[in-house]
């Protein structure tokens, strides 16, 4: 078990300081602290004792908080959890093994893995009134709109687990929210196109659990092919855990109120939809359909060149890394492996996207911009090689993040610093004035 971030914290010490030098002549002094990995942290916390504060739109320079679950170096490409390089990972481990890891801190022995797998296993399965709940809604809803219900009203399905104080509530819960989600999800789907729910097989793993309740029906028996188990398998390690984005950062606020972790998750999930988070493999096979044809490729390239059409390049590049994403690496090869086994490298629509990939790891235009295929441009192609629709993309996505959401929650109920979260703004309304 990795050292709590209490202890981590009370060995933290500083012997470099920052100083700001305010225009009355004040100055102030801030600590500086180093991490295990990556640059030094100025630590602003004096600037209360001023009445100042900092703007950061995005917080694009501001650590929220402090965390041991996971790093990214984004100038060399790497992505670690818990110390360990995501390539191993996706090669060497399993998806719930990669679980474990990421909620504990180090890989489980043979032993441990196996108690948690049956935890997990035992789960699986949702009652028949949350299976009546979710018959409640339209059958044309959004999957991830199902779930930000479904997993918010776990709560009340499981409301002896909500005690955020308990570390074994939290550990429960936990378990818990991996254990269902991709019922829950696959549920979600089968209730949109009018298919009875298939629940879930003890006897299959974590993968192949899901492709069964996704595909599965009563009139044949089913059995998910290994080497699409194996691609997914690898997109849920993939996208288990990002460090401190978008979704992960909401399930922290959230969680700074002491909310049960079912309303943190669901929260989670509201922030993971948005277009500009979640939805990026869905927009990968948007702009590929939008291509139309291999023959269209050139003339596409030289409209982003140009930047006069307004039409943007998706599933290229990306906010963090200014080198190829770690995880593209070991995407691109798995969208290799499965368009070979499922003999769809003459799909026109595959077509369109290996020709694009070529091209922008050669074109001069894009090598210097950096723009490298990333994760988001692999995993689109390789779930619609699935025959995922890509209305369970984000869903998918969702059901990988919630361990690193439910790490992050755990561990920041373990942070010394732990508060209620309350940003500050930089007011240019009006000042105070009376009614007349």
């Not at 950061?56 to 060399?76: E, H, L, R």
């Not at 669901?266 to 139309?292: C, D, Q, R, T």
């Not at 361990?403 to 930089?426: A, C, K, Y």
């Amino acid at each position: 078990m990795i050292a709590s971030l209490k202890k981590l914290y009370d060995n933290r010490t500083s012997d470099k300081f920052a100083t700001l030098t305010l225009p009355n002549g004040e100055t102030i002094q801030f600590p500086m602290y180093s991490g295990s990995l990556g640059p030094d942290v100025i630590d602003i916390s004096p600037l209360k004792k001023a009445d100042l504060f900092t703007y950061d739109p995005g917080f694009v320079a501001t650590a929220s908080c402090s965390s041991a679950v996971t790093y990214i170096d984004g100038n060399k490409g790497e992505l670690l959890y818990r110390g360990y390089p995501i390539e191993q990972l996706a090669e060497k481990t399993t998806f719930l093994q990669t679980c474990y890891l990421l909620y504990n801190g180090e890989m489980p022995t043979e032993a441990e893995f196996q108690t948690y797998r049956a935890e997990i296993t035992r789960h699986t399965m949702v009652t028949q009134r949350m299976a009546d709940f979710m018959k409640g809604f339209d059958s044309a809803a959004h999957p991830m709109a199902v779930m930000i219900a479904v997993v918010g009203a776990l709560a009340a399905f499981n409301h002896e687990w909500t005690n955020v104080k308990s570390s074994r509530s939290r550990q429960k819960s936990a378990a818990l929210l991996v254990a269902k989600m991709p019922t829950i999800a696959a549920m979600s789907y089968k209730y949109s196109i009018g298919h009875p729910f298939m629940y879930p097989q003890n006897s299959y793993g974590f993968a192949e659990n899901f492709l069964y309740m996704m595909f599965a029906t009563p009139c044949e028996p089913y059995r998910p092919d290994p080497i699409l188990v194996k691609a997914l398998n690898r997109i849920f390690i993939l996208h288990a855990d990002h460090e401190q984005n978008a979704s992960t950062s909401t399930v922290r606020l959230s969680g700074s109120t002491n909310a049960n972790p079912f309303a943190c998750v669901s929260a989670g999930i509201a922030s993971l939809w948005g277009p500009a988070h979640g939805g990026a493999n869905e927009a990968v096979l948007k702009m590929l359909n939008e291509i139309g044809s291999p023959d269209n490729i050139t003339a596409f390239i030289e409209e982003i060149k140009s930047g006069k059409s307004g039409r943007r390049l998706m599933g290229f590049g990306h906010r963090v890394y200014k080198n190829f994403d770690p995880r593209a690496h070991v995407m691109r090869n798995t969208c290799h492996q499965v368009l070979e086994h499922l003999k769809l490298e003459d799909d026109e629509l595959f077509r369109i996207a290996l020709e694009l990939e070529k091209i922008a790891l050669e074109d001069e235009y894009f090598v210097e911009r950096k723009l490298y295929p990333n994760v988001d441009f692999y995993s689109g192609i390789v779930l619609r090689a699935l025959n995922i629709p890509t209305t369970m993309f984000t869903a998918i996505f969702a059901i990988a993040r919630t361990i690193g959401w439910v790490s992050h929650w755990n561990e920041q109920h373990t942070d010394p610093e732990f508060r209620i979260g309350r940003p500050r703004q930089l007011y240019l309304g009006s000042k105070k004035r009376d009614l007349k």
